[in-house]
């Protein structure tokens, strides 16, 4: 399976083990709920995952990667104790709570959260001393006397030995008390992913050219390339360009650490940066009726690497008009909210609207500092909330003033009509971008991968389906006939001729 249906069952999965009867016992006995096994290459998402499913299903997430425990951090410390067995005093062994165990019980308590998942990363590569105790964990659910909650699940991961020539292999009593999956790499699902998180153009299009190259692991791990490794390259250069600062060739290898795969990138990378520079977009997004100038004349002779290259950079800079927009009309839901909260039906004013105001704040930090210190906060979450803090710190310092409620009122009004704004231009690049596709490149594979990113996007997805339903229907119809396979058909035998070698 790959990542994305692991995710789903890992979901179903918990949802079954913490499902309970209308008397209140779990419909699944606790001695009845498997542990998951998630067995996967490296940088694959296993932890990203477990992260997700925390967040959506609402429940707490403590992660520990086994190879740094030893066996007095997981079952707790050795202490002497006196005991009486028939009249007789005795002194005996007892432990400590298990370090993992008590990290349950920590985060329960300051999260509020009584269910949840403890996820054990490289489970299969712990120390000869501990791997008893956690063989015994995953089959009894405890840590020496110390036993894991109830209504917390146990996921665990670890690589095969392919990918890593340190793992134990665990004994078929053990495999016959887990519930085992296996996880292999899935670009299309990536893609996906990496399109949401906003990952570089330059990465997402050199993929679309060179599947092969998503996923690369040499025998013996002497090279290999992963998902990891591509979004963390993504996000130097996404820092580096931002910075003005140059990128520089050995930079490729440090993250794609297989010699052929960099040194492809490295020169299709050029190939974007040259038009990154050349192209300009807002031409193209902003212009009217969007029909290509004279500059643009020669583009579909270009070769197919090139024209790709600008097909993700028009697709870059919608998805960043998407995001902006979805950025901005939350927060001024947030404030929406966040008012509608303070009076409870009742009129403020002067010190009982500041009061208010105080404790909505306080609340929130608290609530977001807990979240943050247990890794529970979605990606940009952190920054939304900030951004909301300070705008209600605005809108404080206005009422201050004099202004009241009104400054709240106000500032949502601004925020709700910089949205429509945004919309507005969004709307229009987004017809622009897609007639210059059709009209300059014709029903090919350029116009498959704009769409197809368009519609994978959240926020240019709503925004078409909302403002632009011919052109959705359009889109879908186009990607769902014969159209999108005459389309993929000839890319195939372009890029047969297509001479990538740098």
Not at 144 to 156: D, K
């Amino acid at each position: 399976m790959n990542i994305q249906e692991a995710k789903e069952e890992i979901k179903r999965t918990v949802k079954a083990y913490t499902a309970r009867t209308e008397e209140g016992a779990f419909r699944i006995p606790v001695k009845r709920q498997r542990p998951v096994l998630l067995i996967g290459p490296p940088g694959i998402g296993k932890t990203a995952i477990m992260e997700q499913i925390a967040r959506e299903c609402g429940l707490g997430l403590v992660a520990y990667t086994m190879t740094h425990h030893t066996r007095q951090s997981a079952i707790g410390l050795p202490v002497l104790e006196k005991r009486e067995f028939q009249g007789e005093a005795y002194t005996v062994t007892a432990y400590t709570m298990s370090e993992i165990i008590a990290s349950v019980y920590e985060q329960m308590e300051e999260s509020g959260l009584r269910e949840g998942i403890l996820f054990l990363d490289e489970m299969n590569c712990v120390s000869e001393t501990l791997m008893p105790a956690m063989l015994q964990f995953l089959q009894y659910k405890t840590f020496g006397s110390h036993r894991l909650p109830e209504g917390w699940v146990i996921v665990a991961a670890g690589n095969p030995f392919v990918y890593n020539r340190s793992v134990r292999e665990f004994d078929t009593v053990t495999l016959d008390r887990v519930k085992r999956m296996e996880v292999e790499p899935d670009l299309g699902v990536w893609k996906r992913y990496a399109l949401r998180q906003g990952l570089h153009p330059a990465v997402l299009s050199f993929l679309e050219l060179r599947p092969e190259c998503f996923y690369v692991m040499e025998a013996g791990g002497k090279g290999f390339v992963t998902g990891r490794g591509w979004e963390d390259l993504s996000e130097m250069l996404l820092t580096l360009e931002e910075l003005q600062l140059a990128v520089e060739e050995v930079l490729f290898e440090q993250y794609l650490q297989e010699k052929e795969t960099a040194r492809a990138f490295a020169f299709y990378y050029r190939l974007y940066e040259k038009w990154s520079h050349k192209l300009r977009p807002e031409y193209i997004l902003e212009g009217e009726g969007a029909i290509p100038s004279e500059s643009f004349r020669g583009l579909p002779g270009l070769p197919f690497d090139e024209r790709l290259c600008i097909v993700w950079l028009l697709l870059q800079r919608l998805s960043h008009m998407g995001e902006a927009l979805e950025e901005q009309e939350r927060l001024a839901k947030s404030l929406r909210y966040f008012t509608d909260g303070l009076s409870q039906g009742e009129e403020l004013g002067g010190e009982a609207l500041m009061s208010a105001c105080t404790e909505g704040l306080d609340r929130r930090k608290k609530g977001l500092e807990v979240q943050k210190d247990w890794g529970l906060l979605a990606p940009g979450e952190e920054k939304r909330e900030r951004k909301l803090v300070k705008a209600v710190e605005e809108c404080m310092e206005r009422a201050r003033l004099g202004q009241g409620i009104e400054a709240f009122e106000s500032r949502i009004g601004a925020e709700e009509a910089g949205a429509t704004e945004q919309r507005r231009k969004l709307v229009k690049a987004l017809g622009n971008v897609t007639d210059f596709t059709r009209k300059t490149f014709g029903e090919r594979q350029e116009l498959v991968i704009l769409l197809t990113g368009l519609l994978e996007h959240p926020g240019t997805s709503r925004v078409m389906e909302e403002e632009l339903s011919e052109e959705y229907g359009k889109a879908m119809a186009f990607l769902n006939t014969d159209s999108r396979e005459e389309a993929l058909r000839r890319q195939l035998l372009e890029k047969e001729m297509l001479l990538f070698t740098p």
